[in-house]
């Protein structure tokens, strides 16, 4: 490739000679706090909480190795060919039986298949979003998520949640001062399961909640649920789409139940929305993997796949363990988290006068790895929070990055102290107290959110002490759920 000529004073100054010529769209992406963190969190004596790596080292390797061997070497012209955009139609068919787990009932031919749910995200906020449009997503919400709403020039205006996820009332504060505003709002973006990265999960009444402010107010509804399956402590519950079919996009991913190395996700749509979408395949990749697309339908037929599932789900329960016990032993009074009933994460809280990001370089000096809050909001909350991930180092080392990570606290807490930057006794401000004013609980202005405002998950509202995953004060339809 021929190279750009510069004059020398320019080249000099090294700033990026094609600074001028990129698209208005990416200004302001940022790396993924996560990636950039991965250089110092992969070495050997740091304790990892950050990445959100499933752990694969259960899934029966010899039989994919002998999938992979006998697709090629019996139907190598057909698996190493381009295919259609839509996708394999018997892994659709599988697909459907797979989503049925949760409820959906599906047509085969309303599934799309992209490389990983992600992608299915970016070909819908394409499909949708015009520059300036609303989307609105919980506080807070999946990073990779945000960066692809910030790369179609979405506006994020964050819905506050509790430890049941959105909270419906919020919903509709929203969509109706930001139409009250000129703005339009595209769609709602939530994952009722286990969230990326508050650990919340929707109970049955809270989705029929959901489900009713989206149909009063004629708002669509995107469904992100690659830890749906991933239940520690309940069965799977019914999915917002298998409630509601015309007002929900669902994403589903094999990267969390099978091997995110696959890139195979799908989205299940409206029709008229599914058409779209192809279109929008096309344009972005010709087809997705077509490879990992036949072994992965035959893995769901060769395998007991919800019985390798299971296998996933003890192993993670061990780690899950590990993680809250490590953080009960060893987290000083003034800090709360998340008991997640599946996923992979939970969400601490500090107490006032800390800040995540300020720490982590004092944590991983001290061998311990995070993703500090603030990457997961759009408007600069977050400070005080701290995502959590129990998916993959093994149960000892979490509990002893627990105990790093208390240590750093801890510490962090004296310095506050001294300066009279918090508490006296710990912290106990927030972590002890309600965060009143806060919009836990009530609605969030959806234009212009106060940065410096109290954190929408209050340690009010989320326990460190209760440890209930299924609380039924509020939501007594989860009474029902195992
Ligand atoms: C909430 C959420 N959605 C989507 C994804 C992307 O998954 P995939 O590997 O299917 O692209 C992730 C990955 O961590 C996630 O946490």
Redesign the pocket.
Known sequence: MGRVSLPEARRQTRLDPYRELYARRTVGLKASAVRSLFAVANQPQVVSLAG?MPNIVDLPLDLVADSAQRLIRDRGPQVLQYNNAQGEERLRQQICQVMAVEQIQADPDDVVL????????DLLTRTFVEPGDVVLAEGP??V??LNTFQAYQAQVVHVAIDQYGLIPEALRQAVLACRSAGRKVKFCYT?PNF??PSGATQTVKRRQGVLAVAREVGLLLVE????GLLCLDWAPRPALRSLEAEQVVY??????TLA?GL???WALAPHAIKEKLLLAQEAATLCPPVFSQFLISDYLEQWDWLGQIEVFRQMYRLRRAALLEGLAEHMPPGVSWTKPGGG?FVWLTLPRGLDSQAMLAQALTNRVAYVPGTGFYADGLGSRNIRLSFCFPPPDRIREGARRLGEVIRDALGVAQTFGLTAPDGGGLDGGGPDTGGPGGGVPDPISPDPSGPNPISPDTISPDTGDPNPTDQDTTDQELP
């Open positions: 959100g992209a490389c990983g749910s992600q992608q299915a995200l919400s999946y990779g998520a994952i969230s990326n992100d649920n690659p830890y994403l589903g991913s094999f990267s969390k995110p890139r195979i996700g992979f």
